[in-house]
Every structure is written in structure tokens, then in C-alpha cells.
């Protein structure tokens, strides 16, 4: 296991191939590393991104992530009030880091990248014991990388936020509320440790920013925690919209906040016969609708390419066009589970694990193929091979005069 610490001030050192003495450490020294690589960059193409899961570890109860799920397969939550909502087993290596030396060569796959995001898919990035590590695995081998994590704030050793706020990194504190809401919808996540992490990492000098779901019990509370953000030192507060707003998911929200976030596990459920027609239903349903997929993992233009990464790796290994892919393999829906048993007939489960094969030769590979391009096709007559993960979450209507 690789292990490397920065001493948030060190002597003066001479940087190589320059005249240029800094005095005040690390944080300095990163800070002129990018003042000057900005300079070069105004004549490099630009570099992908990738978001990373770094640990499948999570506290929080969310009901809408993957990593919950109840008793019943295909759960209805509007039908079934009282689910016994337990963590989804699932998920390859649910309670599992990415380990650091693994991370390190892993990492040096991709030749140049231009910023890694760690984040929660299923997990939080700040459960990882050696968090900075892996920062530092990124900043040691991509020059002009910038880093960004997301955490629901709660986890984390101290001394690992310590060092993380000398590290010239940010950090995005995924809120949704304060101490009397926040808890409704990320249950599990007590404030009192968000909020002395939050204090901690500011006051060491660390870069904060605040990320706000906008739900309808935290509604009248944007307005004062903007202003709390800013007295506490934030960078940035930003309230986003959505993606399940109903007003029947919100009450299932409201009415499961009530129970304690169980520790046990529901043992995974396979998909069978039945999914196939199931996928094949939606998939017509979703063209019915007008949709077709304009994918955001393809570059269409400069500015999709600058939003969206370029690749997703889980906590196993795996490399995925997105985070919305990364989940298929254990998706509340068994129908989409259903869907990627047939890329795994045809492939096998180790085609996009970084533990067997190059990024490169992934990217080249039948099976980046089969849940990418091959999927995104409008053909009848194959609807049970084309992605409904891609058109829920990439699926746009198209007109006459864009087709």
C-alpha cells in the first residue's frame, strides 16, 4: 500500500529547471503549479475527466440510491408503505475500499486527465481510511488535474480532513437541509459530525462548497443556509433541482425517514424470463414518448465534453461510460439487471474490470460496444438489446426537423 503525506509547510524548495524559490510549502507550491499550467493549458486540447467511487461505504439510508432496497423485488413504493428497506448485497464489494497501491497504478492508466471528481454512486468517499492517499495518487502522476470530492460530510477521520484541507482540492458537502431536515431524506447523516467537519476543513484552510437538493421540507431554509455558508466560509451554495420529484415519492421519503437505517443486507434477487418483457415493454414506452438518446458520455460539442466525464470507475475496479451504467449490474429494476445478463453472457463479468485489462483495450472492447453505441439504436424488432438506462437519463425528443 502506497502511502504518501504532504506536509501542509515544508523548507524551501527549488523547483527543477527554474530560478523560482518557494517558501511556504506545499500549498504555495501547488498554487504556482497552476497559475503557470493555466498558461500552458490555453494551448492544450482539452483533458477528459472521470468520477471515481473510491468506497462502496456509506452510512446514509437514501431510499433512492441502489445501494437500498427492500424485500420485494421490483418494489412499488407506492403501493408498499412499510417496505423493510435494507442494503442492497448486490452490489460487488458493498462494504469494500478501492485499495491505495491498486488506485495508484490504476489511475496511471489514462495519460493526461483534467480533473477527477471522487464521488458517492453507492458509497462516500470520505469512508475510504486513506482518502488522501488516493488524492495524492492523482496529483502525483496528472499534472494539470484538478480534484473535487462529494460527501454527505458525516464521514471521515479527522486527521484525514486535516490533510485533505492542505492538499488544494475541493471539497462539495452534499446538504440537503440543516439540523431539524437534513436527515429526512439522508437518513443516517447526523449533523453534529457534518458540522464539525465542515468547520474543521474550512478553518484549516481548506475550499468548501455547499450542494443543496431542493426538497419540499427544506424549501424555506435555502435562504438562511446561504447566508450560513457564506458566514462559515464556503467558496460557493448551490441548490439543485430533482430528478424524483413527485409528490408520492416525497411522502415515501417523509414516511421512511422514521425508521432506523438498517445495517443487514436483502440478498440479491436475480432477474428472470419475465424481465425480458418487462425491459422490451419500457423500452417501447420510452419510444413512444418521442425519446432517442443523445448521449453525454460522446463528446457531441465542446461544452458536453467539458460537463460530462469521460469514464466512471467503481470501488471494484470497473470502468463504466457513466454513474447511471455503473449501478445496472445490481439496479433496483430487475429488468435492467436483466438487460446487462445478456452483455455478460456474451463477454463475461471481468470485460471492464481494470484488475484484468488496460482502459484502453475496455474502451476498444465488444462489451463497451454492446452498452454504448449498439444500444442506443430504435429498431422494433430489438428492443430487448437497447438501453433504458440510456434513454431515462440520455433520452431527448426528437422532432422532424431534428431528425
Known amino acids: 500500500m502506497i502511502h ?112 477527477v471528481q471522487f464521488c458517492g454512486n453507492v458509497g462516500d468517499p470520505m469512508a475510504h481510511p486513506h482518502i488522501s492517499d488516493c488524492v495524492a495518487s492523482v496529483i502525483q502522476q496528472h499534472r494539470h488535474c484538478s480534484v473535487d470530492i462529494s460527501t454527505n460530510g458525516a464521514l471521515g477521520r479527522l486527521e484525514q480532513w486535516d490533510r485533505l484541507a492542505h492538499m488544494g482540492i475541493t471539497v462539495t458537502f452534499a446538504v440537503d437541509g440543516l439540523e431539524d431536515t437534513n436527515h429526512i431524506y439522508r437518513r443516517g447523516v447526523e449533523w453534529s459530525r457534518i458540522r464539525q467537519r465542515m468547520t474543521r476543513f474550512i478553518e484549516q484552510g481548506g475550499s468548501a462548497e455547499w450542494c443543496w437538493v431542493d426538497f419540499p421540507w427544506n424549501r424555506h431554509q435555502i435562504d438562511h443556509a446561504r447566508e450560513l455558508a457564506h458566514s462559515w466560509g464556503f467558496r460557493g451554495f ?107 453472457d456474451q463477454v463475461g463479468t471481468t470485460w471492464n474490470s481494470l484488475n484484468h485489462h488496460h482502459i484502453d483495450d475496455i474502451i476498444d472492447s465488444l462489451g463497451w460496444q454492446m452498452i454504448t453505441d449498439q444500444s442506443w439504436h430504435t429498431d422494433p424488432q430489438r428492443s430487448h438489446t437497447a438501453s433504458s438506462i440510456c434513454l431515462q437519463h440520455c433520452g431527448q425528443c426528437v422532432t422532424t426537423s431534428d431528425s
Open 4 to 115: 504518501v503525506y504532504i506536509q501542509p509547510h515544508t523548507h524551501p524548495v527549488k523547483l527543477k529547471g527554474s530560478n523560482l524559490l518557494l517558501c511556504y510549502g506545499y500549498r504555495y507550491a501547488l498554487l504556482w503549479r497552476r497559475l503557470s499550467e493555466d498558461l500552458v493549458n490555453t494551448t492544450m486540447p482539452q483533458q477528459p475527466w472521470i468520477q471515481v467511487e473510491i468506497s462502496s461505504v456509506c452510512q446514509a439510508g437514501c431510499i433512492d440510491c441502489n445501494r437500498q432496497r427492500t424485500q420485494w423485488p421490483d418494489y412499488d413504493w407506492t403501493d408498499q408503505s412499510t417496505a423493510d428497506w435494507r442494503i442492497n448485497a448486490g452490489i460487488t464489494g458493498v462494504r469494500s475500499h478501492y485499495p491505495v497501491d491498486q488506485w495508484h497504478q490504476h489511475v496511471s492508466q489514462w495519460r493526461e486527465l483534467r480533473s
Open 238 to 344: 448551490e441548490v439543485r433541482s430533482r430528478y424524483t420529484a413527485t409528490d408520492q415519492f416525497d411522502a415515501h421519503i417523509v414516511r421512511v425517514s422514521q425508521q432506523p437505517v438498517s445495517r443487514e443486507s436483502h440478498p440479491p434477487t436475480g432477474p428472470n424470463p419475465h424481465h425480458q418483457h418487462q425491459h422490451s415493454d419500457r423500452v417501447r414506452q420510452q419510444w413512444s414518448q418521442g425519446l432517442t438518446v443523445r448521449p453525454q458520455c460522446v463528446p457531441q460539442d465542446d461544452t458536453v465534453a467539458h460537463r460530462h466525464p469521460a469514464h466512471h470507475i467503481n470501488a471494484d475496479g470497473t470502468v463504466w461510460p457513466c454513474c447511471w451504467m455503473a449501478c445496472v449490474p445490481f439496479h433496483h429494476s430487475l429488468h435492467e439487471q436483466w438487460w446487462y445478463a445478456q452483455v455478460i
